[in-house]
């Protein structure tokens, strides 16, 4: 064997260094690592939280209080309807052997309500949202729009022996649909305009009456007369 092919094969064959082979291993994991975590962070980018959607109910609050316009746009008509029949005043028995015809006082307050859920009546913190809506109201409808209405009277009631008589009152309501337009001075989660639908009822300051009456059951005559 020459010189010069001894050498090739001492080149050839000689084996790897055992702590070389340790050391590209580290370097190589190390590097996968990277490019995973970085992979990730690019298929995966954090979520913007200041993006997220406020509820409805957190940006009318903003109406008039960061914002360089809030306005009520009605989506139709005003249409009135009768509300829910209820109680008014005690109940009032007969427990005579003849008709009895009496007057009852009875007082009840109707308030408005809303899609949102907001008091309408507490403006608390919310002054600029019911100022648009009673403006746009009155703009749109020539109309003025209640937030709340007390009826008080006295009525006769007419109630046989052996029965008991109430009544009942049904108000009138109104109700209009629309959209609230916020435009923000500055971005609000992300966006300077927000629209928010909104729905409303509210008492025209009339009511329907009626009396009613039936038997007596037993406990109530035992408990009445």
């Known amino acids: 064997m020459t010189v010069s092919e001894?050498?090739?094969?001492?080149?050839?064959?000689?084996p790897a260094s055992p702590q070389g082979t340790s050391r590209n291993r580290a370097r190589?994991?190390?590097a996968?690592?990277?490019?995973?975590?970085?992979?990730?962070?690019?298929?995966?980018?954090?979520?913007?939280?200041?993006?997220?959607?406020p509820s409805d109910a957190e940006l009318l609050a903003k109406?008039?209080?960061?914002?360089k316009k809030c306005v009520f746009h009605p989506g139709g008509s005003m249409t009135e309807f009768r509300g829910p029949r209820r109680q008014v005043g005690s109940d009032y028995p007969n427990c005579t052997s003849l008709p009895?015809?009496?007057?009852?006082?009875?007082?009840?307050?109707?308030?408005?309500?809303?899609s949102v859920g907001l008091s309408m009546t507490?403006?608390?913190?919310y002054e600029g949202l019911f100022n648009s809506f009673s403006a746009s109201i009155t703009t749109s409808f020539e109309h003025t729009w209640r937030t709340a209405h007390t009826e008080s009277s006295s009525?006769?009631?007419?109630v046989r022996p052996g029965e008991v008589g109430w009544l009942t009152r049904a108000p009138d309501m109104q109700k209009v649909s629309g959209t609230y337009e916020l435009i923000f001075k500055?971005?609000?989660?992300?966006?300077?305009?927000?629209?928010?639908?909104?729905?409303a009822e509210g008492p025209v300051g009339t009511s329907s009456m009626a009396q009613r009456t039936r038997p007596m059951t037993e406990e109530e005559k035992a408990a009445w007369c």
């Not at 001894?6 to 000689?14: F, K, P």
């Not at 109406?63 to 914002?67: E, K």
């Not at 507490?122 to 913190?125: E, K, L, M, Q, R």
């Open 100 to 114: 009895q015809r009496s007057s009852r006082s009875w007082s009840e307050t109707t308030e408005s309500s809303n």
């Open 28 to 30: 190589w994991a190390g």
């Open 122 to 125: 507490v403006t608390v913190g």
């Open 63 to 67: 109406c008039d209080n960061g914002t």
């Open 155 to 158: 009525t006769f009631v007419e």
């Open 6 to 14: 001894e050498a090739r094969w001492t080149s050839t064959a000689r």
């Open 186 to 199: 500055d971005r609000f989660h992300g966006k300077r305009y927000w629209y928010v639908p909104f729905k």
């Open 32 to 53: 996968l690592a990277v490019l995973i975590a970085a992979g990730s962070l690019v298929a995966v980018p954090p979520a913007q939280a200041d993006d997220a959607r």
